[in-house]
DNA sequence: TGAAGTCCTTGACCCAGATCAATTGCGGGA
DNA sequence: TCCCGCAATTGATCTGGGTCAAGGACTTCA
């Protein structure tokens, strides 16, 4: 059975103001849409290390995560486990017309996540094309980050798995914050060797040596174990075998 | 640039007479919906081993695969490959919105494809909520379809490799073929050593060497190299780590 | 100020799967 | 019928990353 996560006080967040806003599965809802969204919306938090459900489990509302970090992951009968999708702001949880989770999803920070129950969701997709729309889009997102990931998984050394693994929470982390801007990058990790490894298919102790390689080879300066400073993002992106130009060609 | 294919004839095949009518993006169009489509489609065809279109390659239309098996693959500068998707009768290839391949598709068997024009096609998917919500439907089961395979790339055996995808083409082909019959199972290989290799992040020694292991283990039964006899097929479930009562739970 | 718990690092050793290198088998064409 | 070319098999050897084991660095709590 799923914990229960803490009702937060509906009140708390109004619409307009939430911080996703413009990237969740309510960004091209008109405000009356939203006025409809809102009317079957509830929140939700999770403390760091919860589990939000459990692979099998009834799942009668689907969300989006508000604010913190969760993790999809699978796991086999032996205990092996790989993780197949981590959930940022403004990520969606759930699938419609399903019943039950496909995957454990686990709060990795606190989290806030903004949960529709399931069957009014559902009818409301229908007759809200604004949102179909939105979720179609944000699904193959998905499915080309699932991709990207398959390639790393299937083909990459483990210095190319870190190295990968790093240039996306450092990219999405400028996209965030600082739109665009040149230099220096720096980040928190916001996984655990431990998660880090149960992403890329490696244990945790090759996660270990392989950032400490990094560090030694000063393609990632680190302030503690967690603080992240990438001197050179073009290096970076060689070592993880990536075109440094990425997609650049026309 | 991508290797033009022979361009069907358009009235070799109506939409009533299709064999994909009831899976494909089209499935829920109504009878006035079909016939718009009808207006904007056109078959072409490629042979085995042909390159259907370049990731970076403009690609101007979207299209369902009608027969035949081609591949979706990524390649790094130094040549490794993954295939992270296998495009089976019915399968969707391209994306709306999107101007450019984002991998390579690859004939892997004679296809014919059902194409649209870009542009056309995506004008019509707003106006037409029946294609979005298929379209949607399809991309979250390819979705579902690419984190059981990140599981496979990331945590199995080579073994157990083999197996995952020895049954998840032997049970497409029993859904296909023979609605949920019992007993032994047969089905031909639609992919070479090489292709079984990209497809699970091994080399082709590796996969011959667990198909001759699988086979000398009774597992499989083999007549000549690509025609495979599954005896027993929890047998093969357990051999490839799977819950051999899959999701039977409630 | 210490004890216990988490998370992380590092070392020594081992093995599954990669790599390199022959062969074998088979279908098609002259 | 023989030959060619491709797919597949099989063997020998090597190695990247797993496994097992021993600490180290922080944090929290008493």
Known sequence: ????????????????????????????????????????????????????????????????????????????????????????????????????????????????????????????????????????EMTLDELDAAREWMLVLGRKTAREKIASLLAIIGRRDAALHLGGKRGPLTFDLPLTREAMADYLGLTLETVSRQVSALKRDGVIVLEGKRRVTVPDMNRLLEEAGDDSDGGMLS
């Open 1 to 136: 059975m799923a914990t229960l996560g803490k009702i937060a006080d509906t009140h708390a967040l109004e619409c307009a103001d939430c911080p996703i806003r413009h990237r969740a599965v309510c960004a091209r809802c008109e405000p009356d849409e939203l006025d409809r969204l809102d009317a079957i919306k509830y929140y939700r938090s999770f403390e760091a290390g919860q589990t939000v459900i459990w692979s099998g489990d009834a799942m009668d509302f689907v969300a989006s995560v508000v604010s913190g970090i969760a993790t999809l992951t699978q796991t086999m009968e032996d205990g092996r486990t790989q993780m197949v999708g981590l959930l940022l702001p403004s990520d969606f949880v759930g699938r419609p017309g399903r019943s039950r989770a496909a995957y454990d999803v686990v709060a990795t920070t606190d989290i806030v996540m903004c949960c529709f129950r399931r069957k009014p969701f559902e009818e409301m997709m229908v007759r809200t094309p604004h949102i179909a729309q939105r979720l179609l």
